[in-house]
C-alpha cells in the first residue's frame, strides 16, 4: 500500500476499529451483572407497641373467625370478643379457653394484619410469651394477602415461629410452597430447643429479601431459604404477605399427642411487633 492510498483509506480503518471497539464494549454490557447488597432501616416502617388498653388496635388488626378446622383438624373457634384477645400492661394477651363455642369445645383468636399491614420484603421482629401443655399450637405467621399464585400452598406461607405444646421450647421456623410442603414431603424448615419459651419473653425475626428468607430466635440464625430462581413453585416470595397471631387447639399437628383438658386457659403474650424496611445497595460484578 503506497502513502497516498493509505492516507485516503486511514478514516476508513479508523472507523472499524472504533466500531469494534463499540461492539465489544456493548457485549460487555451486555453480559454484566448487577446484584445487589441488602440491609434494613434503623427505624420501623410499621410498629405496634401495644401501649393502649382494651381491644387491639382496628387501624392495625383485623379478625380470622370460625370454627371450622382451618384446614388442620383443630378444635378452636376463633371469635372477636376481649376475653380472647385484648391490650393491656403494654402487651396484646391472646388466650384459648376451654368453654363451648358455636359448635367448638374451645374459643381462641387469631389476629390478622391483612389489609392494614401488608408487606413486600423486609425485617420482621415479634417479641412473644408462649403457652405451654399438651394440646396447644401457638404461631407467629405470614400469609399472602392477595393469593397471586393461587391456594394453599402455591402462593407460600412464612412460620416466623410455631410450637406445640408437647414439645415443650421446641420452636419452628418453616416456609411452605407448591413445590416444598409437607403434605408431599418436602417441607423445609429448621427447629431449635430454646429453654424458657413459655416463662420470658423471646424474639422471633425474618430477614426477607428477593434472594432469601432468614430466620432467627434472639437474634441467632437457625434457618435459610434461598430464592432458586425456578419460578413460583419454589418462590412465591415476590408478593405482599400480612401477619398472622393464633393459639390454635389440637389439630393435626398440635394435638398429634393428645390435649391436655386441665391447662385452660392458656395464653400467648407479646410485647410488640417491628417491621424494618428492606434497603437494596446496588454493585455491579
Known amino acids: 500500500m503506497n502513502y497516498w492510498t493509505f492516507i485516503l483509506l486511514f478514516p476508513l480503518l479508523l472507523s472499524c476499529v472504533t466500531e469494534d471497539a463499540n461492539d465489544q464494549s456493548n457485549n460487555y454490557s451486555k453480559y454484566k451483572k448487577t446484584v445487589y447488597t441488602y440491609s434494613f432501616s434503623e427505624t420501623p416502617i410499621w410498629q405496634e407497641e401495644f401501649d393502649y388498653t382494651g381491644a387491639p388496635d382496628p387501624t392495625k388488626w383485623g379478625y380470622d373467625l370460625g370454627g371450622n378446622g382451618w384446614g388442620n383438624n383443630e378444635l378452636q373457634h376463633y371469635t372477636d370478643q376481649p376475653e380472647n384477645a385484648s391490650v393491656a400492661d403494654g402487651l396484646l394477651t391472646i388466650t384459648a379457653i376451654k368453654e363451648k363455642t358455636e359448635n367448638s369445645d374451645y ?10 399491614g401488608d408487606f413486600l420484603y423486609g425485617r420482621f421482629e ?5 403457652p405451654a401443655g399438651k394440646g396447644t399450637w401457638p404461631a407467629i405467621w405470614m400469609l399472602p394477602t392477595d393469593w397471586v399464585y393461587g391456594s394453599w400452598p402455591k402462593s407460600g406461607e412464612i412460620d416466623i415461629m410455631e410450637h406445640v405444646g408437647y414439645d415443650q421450647n421446641r420452636v419452628h421456623i418453616t416456609v411452605h410452597t407448591e ?3 409437607h403434605s408431599i414431603g418436602t417441607q ?8 424458657g419459651v413459655s416463662d420470658s419473653f423471646h424474639l422471633y425475626r425474618v430477614d426477607w429479601t428477593p434472594e432469601s428468607i432468614k430466620g432467627y430466635i434472639d437474634d441467632l440464625q437457625i434457618f435459610d431459604f434461598p430464592n432458586e430462581h425456578k419460578g413460583s413453585a419454589t418462590w412465591p416470595f415476590d408478593q405482599k404477605f400480612h401477619f398472622l397471631l393464633n393459639i390454635a387447639v389440637g ?3 398440635g394435638g398429634a399427642e393428645g390435649i391436655d383438658e386441665t391447662i385452660y386457659p392458656v395464653e400467648m403474650v407479646v410485647d410488640y ?5 428492606l434497603i437494596e445497595t ?4
Not at 374459643?107 to 392494614?116: G, H, Q
Not at 411487633?273 to 424496611?277: D, M
Not at 446496588?282 to 460484578?285: I, M, N, R, W
Open 179 to 181: 413445590a416444598y410442603n
Open 282 to 285: 446496588e454493585v455491579e460484578e
Open 188 to 195: 423445609v424448615g429448621k427447629n431449635k430447643v430454646i429453654e
Open 273 to 277: 411487633v417491628r417491621v424494618y424496611e
Open 126 to 130: 415479634i417479641a412473644a410469651k408462649l
Open 107 to 116: 374459643s381462641s383468636a387469631r389476629l390478622v394484619t391483612r389489609d392494614k
Open 251 to 253: 389439630g393435626d399437628w
